[in-house]
């Protein structure tokens, strides 16, 4: 009787254990479609890759011999997009492609940086402490004219470490890509747009930290960009 007890408690034991392992891997894996919607500073970007944002609705970008008037004046402007820690490969009025700056890139800009504009020097400890800890990837739709920059539009995504990617959700991206909701309060409210990412390449997985784990967007710093 002993023995079957024995039997009966390590079999409970086993079946609870696998439970427990199926549960966690269905936390950790899933699959996602253009349906699918997260915050962007939730989205784990891995250094050194390239990824591409497309638009529900066109966003003009400059083009030779074309301008877009401003609402008030008239004064001419254009757009563009503007990233942060970012190299931008390509940007239409429906998508923009762009790679993400590795430490070591990131570094080497922001010497470049240091020595060509002295009296706003970037701080590279940290720069390093964003790759650590914190959202050093953006992407600013930006509307430019003769005497000022507006980010219209800004997108900032998270880093994707050894550590986040331990506290984040890994999912699988279908169809369009997965659709970003941005954190930062937008300039230009009147023109509502969806987006949607997605990365370049055969690898089509992305890691989705909790919001409660992510960096708040209130304390990322802007002065060492």
Known sequence: MKNIVQVVWSLGIAVSAMI???????????????????????????????????????????????????????????????GGRVKILKQSSTVVRFKTLTLKEALREAELNNKQFPDAPVDLDFVRYEYEHGAPFSLDYTAITSSRLVAEKRLMFSVETERSRRQARQVVVKDRGIEIIPVAAQANKEVPVRFFLTPIGKDKTFYIMPLDRCPNPGTIATSGR
């Open 20 to 82: 427990w392992i199926v549960h966690s891997e269905q936390q950790l894996t899933g699959s996602c479609s253009s349906d699918c919607a997260v915050k962007d500073i939730q989205v784990l970007l891995r250094p050194g890759k390239i990824y591409e944002i497309s638009f529900s609705k066109p966003l003009p970008v400059f083009e030779k011999k074309t301008y877009v008037l401003e609402a008030r004046g008239g004064t001419p402007i254009r757009h563009e997009w503007l």
